[in-house]
């Protein structure tokens, strides 16, 4: 009996030696599974942001349309440069019609008056920035300034005249107008010339052959819109 305990016990102890490195291997692994089976199940899942698609450089966009409209109505005028620039210089160019575009070039005339009548007034008044010639205390001279400012003047109602009628969609009166805004100006120039030769301004010149030039773009796109609506 007693030999036959101890061979039990001690294969007893045998048996819990060869289980304990399992045991312990068991113990390691076991919290490693258990996270990885809570991470797929209830916690967060980390998911790596994919890399952004590579940009490729946009195709090279064709000309605007607008532009092109811009381009191709300037090219029937005498100043095409002058054309692009006035008409390019307004916002709303990138969406008009020809008939927008014609009015915008009288808009432009009609500024360039609004600055002339403004330059005029000022010299006759002696208020002009220094540098710039005035009257001097010549009172034919700030006489015919005045006049000046006053002819100035009525080239921007004419101008506004001619966009009333280009909305009216009456594109002889519209020429009319603008052929008179362009004529107001030189009777300026032929005041001084009789008067005061050599007196006239040379700010007031540059206004009149610019006016003169703006005059001539918006003529010859009504002269094109009014061809076009026949």
Do not use: W
């Amino acid at each position: 009996m007693a030999p036959t305990a101890t061979t039990t016990k001690n294969a007893m102890l045998l048996l819990l030696l060869a289980l304990l490195p399992l045991a312990a291997v068991s113990s390691r692994a076991g919290p490693s599974s258990a996270h990885k089976t809570h991470g797929h199940g209830h916690g967060p899942k980390h998911v790596h942001p994919s890399p952004p698609p590579s940009s490729s450089p946009p195709p090279a966009a064709a000309p605007p349309a607008a532009a092109a409209l811009v381009r191709a109505t300037c090219n029937s005028t005498a100043y095409p440069d002058l054309c692009v620039s006035a008409l390019g210089a307004d916002p709303s160019s990138a969406t008009a019609d020809v008939r927008g575009l014609s009015a915008i070039a009288v808009s432009a005339a009609a500024a360039n008056a609004s600055g002339g009548a403004a330059t005029a007034a000022a010299l006759a008044n002696g208020t002009a920035p220094e540098g710039t010639a005035a009257g001097g205390g010549d009172a034919t001279v700030q006489a015919l300034l005045r006049t000046c400012a006053a002819k100035y003047g009525e080239a921007r109602d004419a101008l506004s005249a001619a966009r009333e009628s280009i909305a009216a969609q009456d594109y002889d009166f519209a020429a009319v107008h603008v052929s008179a805004a362009a004529e107001y100006p030189q009777v300026c120039k032929a005041l001084f010339r009789r008067q005061r030769p050599g007196a006239y301004p040379a700010e007031l010149a540059a206004r009149e052959e610019a006016l003169r030039q703006l005059c001539s773009v918006a003529l010859d796109i009504i002269a094109l819109l009014a061809n076009t609506s026949d």
